[in-house]
């Protein structure tokens, strides 16, 4: 089985390309989701996570993303510390899922914005970048999360350029708002299964 990873800058429409592969019937896992869940259910994590930012950093059992958020962006030491914590811990999730699939499964993706940036795609096979304009990019978010343009360029801050993620990357999807996803995905989906 190959291990795909799927991966872009914020906005840039990773989950909309992978929900394409999983309605072929492809096994996806969402690394955000995984890091979600640890946050709410390691304890060993949560407590490294209150020694770092706080005990604000969970409130009545549920970490405090926002409050999370705002101690680590403009913060690069405290990011840092908190990637250590919780990469680490997503990739081992993500292995043990990759190696519970039935065998004879052709592949498999993991969604990550930070494939590249975490380390995470040494542990890949092949690499699909989803590709976007930052214009496009920083409308979408402002659109998707309500948030000011000025946020959306501090979160793609801590992000590795698209031009240097291509260099690392096997296949491109373009998702510009012009070239058509489906066919993209298609057309992958039918290299993949063939590996």
């Known amino acids: 089985m190959l291990k795909v990873g799927v991966t872009g800058n914020i906005g840039s429409g990773k ?16 690394a955000d989701q995984v890091g979600r869940d640890l946050l709410e259910q390691d304890k060993t994590l949560r407590q490294e996570i209150v020694l770092l930012l706080g005990e604000q950093s969970y409130h009545e059992e549920k970490a ?13 030491e405290r990011l840092a510390a908190l990637n250590e914590l919780i ?9 043990i899922w990759f190696d519970s699939l039935p065998k004879e499964t052709p592949y498999a993706i993991e ?3 930070l494939l590249i940036e975490s380390g ?5 096979d ?12 920083i409308q979408r978010v402002m659109d998707r999360d309500g948030v000011l343009r000025h946020q ?11 031009e240097s ?16 996803l489906l066919p993209q995905v298609w057309h992958l989906h039918q290299i993949l299964s063939r590996s």
């Open 15 to 30: 989950t909309t390309v992978c929900r394409m592969f999983e309605s072929l019937g492809v096994p996806v896992i969402y």
């Open 64 to 76: 405090d993303r926002a409050f999370i958020a705002a101690q680590v962006f403009g913060h690069p």
């Open 87 to 95: 990469h680490p811990r997503v990739q081992q999730s993500v292995q």
């Open 111 to 113: 969604e990550a914005a």
């Open 120 to 124: 995470g795609y040494r542990l890949l």
């Open 126 to 137: 092949r690499l699909i970048l989803v590709s976007a304009p930052e214009p496009i990019r």
């Open 152 to 162: 959306v360029l501090s979160r793609m801050k801590h992000q590795l350029d698209e």
């Open 165 to 180: 993620k291509r260099l690392f990357c096997d296949f491109v999807i373009d998702n510009d708002g012009d070239a058509l």
